[in-house]
């Protein structure tokens, strides 16, 4: 990570959802978070979840293809 980037990822500030605010430490800023941003009600969450695509991770899709290949090149 460079420049920009780096800068915009070591400040305290809160950049959930355009927010803004500026902590002292990033102790106070997860805080913020936490408190402010992130919703902990448990029908809340479920519904969040639901919404969420299925997906397979790609290291699996990775590790699937290239047992593939080997079978292939045995097989031939």
């Given at each position: ?11 305290n ?36 979840e ?17 047992a ?9």
């Open positions: 990570m460079t420049g920009i980037a780096a800068a915009s990822f070591f400040s500030t809160c950049r959930f959802g355009g927010c803004g605010l500026h902590f002292e430490s990033l102790a106070e800023l997860i805080v913020h978070i936490e408190d402010n941003h992130i919703d902990t009600d448990p029908r809340v969450l479920e519904k969040q639901l919404q969420q695509p299925t997906y397979v991770a790609l290291s699996y899709i990775n590790r699937r293809r290239t593939l290949r080997a079978h292939q090149k045995m097989a031939a």
